[in-house]
């Protein structure tokens, strides 16, 4: 088999999850936010929703997206703090095969630099689970925007070294190459 071209980039598909109990699909900005930056970054968007904070309903697509074939990618954001009634952490911690700690220590260390002690109350986590890469944020633009441009991007771009999350994914182009 052919090796894989590492020059190249490769778009992956992903899906945009929102928990809010406070937005819908109509002023969802931090949602409109990822599905702006994966697209502009060459990725495709599979689908996208906005849940109430419930954790049975978020494991359940959650559940649906990870079975699925297609979605590479999970992006969730809202309900990661401390706030009453999130549930983010809680629906989607069980669910992963592995988790990648590094994401959740580097966003809170990036979200120190602006908000001070209060950046240890972020939930933030990333994990894997049958080949679909899981990334969890909080629901303010600019968690969205530091999360994304510093973080997630990178990794999902497989052309970044010294490594990326691109080889790790289901059906991706590397694994299927032969590397």
Same mark, same amino acid.
């Given at each position: 088999? @052919?090796? @894989?071209? +590492?020059?190249?980039? &490769?778009?992956? *598909? %992903? ?6 109990? *406070? ?13 702006? =930056? +994966? ?16 954790? &049975? ?17 999970? +992006? ?5 703090? &401390?706030?009453?009634? !999130? /549930? ?12 990648? @700690? ?10 120190? !630099?602006? =908000?001070? *002690? $209060? $950046?240890?109350?972020?939930?933030? =986590?990333?994990? =894997? $689970? ?8 909080? #629901?303010? #633009?600019?968690? /969205? ?26 059906? !991706? @182009? %590397?694994?299927? /190459?032969?590397?």
């Amino acid at each position: 088999m @052919p090796r @894989p071209d +590492l020059s190249r980039f &490769y778009p992956l *598909s %992903i899906a945009v999850l929102t928990v809010s109990d *406070s937005r819908s699909s109509a002023n969802d900005s931090s949602g409109d936010l990822l599905c702006q =930056l +994966l697209q502009t970054a060459g990725h495709q968007l599979a689908e996208r929703i906005v849940l109430p904070n419930n954790k &049975y309903h978020v494991r359940a697509v959650l559940s649906q997206w990870i079975a699925s074939e297609t979605i590479q990618v999970v +992006l969730l954001n809202g309900g990661t703090g &401390y706030a009453r009634g !999130n /549930c983010t952490v809680e629906a989607l911690t069980p669910l992963m095969d592995t988790q990648v @700690p590094g994401f959740g220590e580097l966003f809170r260390q990036l979200s120190f !630099n602006e =908000l001070g *002690s $209060a $950046a240890m109350q972020s939930g933030a =986590l990333a994990g =894997l $689970a049958n080949g679909t890469l899981l990334f969890a944020m909080p #629901g303010s #633009g600019g968690a /969205c925007t530091v999360a994304m441009q510093q973080l997630i991007l990178p990794q999902l771009d497989s052309k970044t070294g010294p490594c990326n999350f691109v080889a790790h994914v289901k059906n !991706n @182009p %590397i694994n299927n /190459c032969g590397a």
